[in-house]
Structure formats: C-alpha cells, structure tokens
C-alpha cells in the first residue's frame, strides 16, 4: 500500500470511528506522556510559551493539555482529516480565536505554507502521526519542524518506532492487543481476545510501513541540527523523543 493509500484510510468515517473509541483509547502510558511532554515544555520553555504547533492533532488530545498548562498561548491544529480536525473543534471550542485548525497533509513540503503566519513555534508536538510515512519523507518532515521552531524552541514526538528484534516486536503486539482488548470489552462485552487479535494483525497488514529504529530518529534530528536530543519516555516500539533548536549567539558571545 502507498503512502497515500495508508493516509486516506483516515478518511473513512469508520476508520475514525475506530481510531477515537478504541484504538487511541488503547494506546499504554498516554497519562505519563502528556505529563512527560508537558514537564519537557516547562523545562525548555518557562511559562514563554506564545505559540505552540500540534502536528497531526487528531482530536486535540495534546493541545487541551498544552493549552490547560499554558492558557495564554495561541495553538495552530494541522491534520489532514476534517473528521479529526471537527473533533479537535469541539474539544477546544472553549478557546475561540486563540486556536487556528489547518487541514494540511505534511505527506509534502508544502504544507509549511499552510502555517507560516505562525511561525515562528515555542514548541512543536506530534503524537502517533508520522509512522505511515516513508523514511525519506520523516526525515525531511524534522527538518522542516526545525525551520518552525524558534531558537530554544523544542520539538517532542510520541511515535511508533521499530523494536530491536522479532522477540521484543511480540512482547509489543501482546501488549497492544491486550490493551486494545481492554477497551474494547466495555462497548462490545462479547468480543473475544482471539477477535481482538485478528483484527490487530489485519489492520497492521494493511498499513504496514517500515518503521526506522528510536536511534535512527535521534540521529536524523542531530543531524539537522537539534540540540539536547534524547529518547524521554519509552515502551517497547512507543517511544517520546525529541530535541531543541539551539540558540542563537548574540554579539561577543
């Protein structure tokens, strides 16, 4: 399947559907990487945050967070679902013309365009939205981010990244399905494990892309340029990694 045929399944009322009852519900650890994305916001940026990029925002989980830490900054929503961005609006309605929703598809270049009377971005978050691209294509999209970000602004990517063998790669679809078994009993309390498992396979059949390793990630992103670059938070093939842009050296210094 093409990168552009795995996007499109995004499309699909059904497949949203899904995505928002109970594969994303499913995701292990999504409490500790918000906290963990927030206390890496803090950290990097203070209380300065003027303006923040949620790249692929879904429903918007990242952004009521940032936006609940940081109430005064103006947050930019890029996905290339409206049926994901509609779910954004709804959650964030609350906070009126200080967030701006961007269908954009960052599959090309182009996209920056769509953000530019934003930029330049304190901060930069992305959850689970980059895994279906090819890797040429992640590689160009960090640097593009590092062209958005101010000097000390920080990206943080919570992603799907290779395991390191066949061995830890079904530790992680055990795990997955479990969890997806979890939720997935309290809509549907006849739905058997084995069920659930047939279902995990078929749909990592049907979008599978090659996954880069976690240390690949990080090299790309110090070879662009970031600064600080480390892996935060991980799990198995879930992993919060990210780094800074650096500052920019005055006069003298």
Same mark, same amino acid.
């Given at each position: 399947m093409s990168t552009t045929d795995s996007a499109a399944i995004w499309r699909s009322p059904e497949a949203i559907a899904q995505f928002l009852q109970s594969v994303r519900a499913s995701?292990?650890?999504t409490i500790e990487q918000i906290d963990m994305m927030l206390r890496l916001v803090t950290a990097a940026r203070g209380t300065r945050v003027e303006r923040f990029l949620d790249l692929g925002c879904g429903e918007g989980m990242l952004s %009521?967070?940032?936006l609940e830490e940081h109430p005064n900054s103006e947050a930019w929503l890029v996905d290339f679902s409206s049926s994901l961005l509609h779910g954004a609006r709804r959650r964030l309605q609350s906070r009126g013309e200080a967030v701006h929703f961007i269908e954009a598809d960052f599959s090309h270049a182009k996209w920056t365009h769509s953000v530019a009377a934003g930029a330049p971005f304190d901060v930069v978050v992305s959850a689970l939205s980059m895994h279906h691209l090819p890797d040429d294509r992640k590689r160009a999209l960090y640097a593009e981010v590092f062209d958005l970000l101010k000097p000390e602004g920080i990206f943080i990517n919570i992603e799907h990244v290779s395991s390191a063998t066949r061995w830890t790669e079904s530790i992680w679809n055990d795990y997955m399905i479990d969890s997806i078994f979890g939720e997935t009993i309290? %809509? %549907?309390?006849?739905?058997? +494990?084995?069920?659930?498992? +047939?279902?995990?396979? =078929?749909?990592? +059949?049907?979008?599978a892309q090659p996954l880069a390793p976690l240390e690949v990630h990080c090299d790309w992103l110090r070879e662009i340029g970031f600064e600080s670059v480390d892996c935060y938070l991980k799990i198995l093939e879930? =992993?919060?990694f990210g780094g800074q842009r650096p500052r920019v050296s005055l006069p003298g210094e």
């Open positions: 995701i292990p650890l %009521a967070a940032l309290k %809509a %549907a309390p006849g739905k058997t +494990r084995a069920e659930v498992a +047939r279902e995990y396979y =078929a749909q990592a +059949r049907e979008v879930l =992993a919060v």
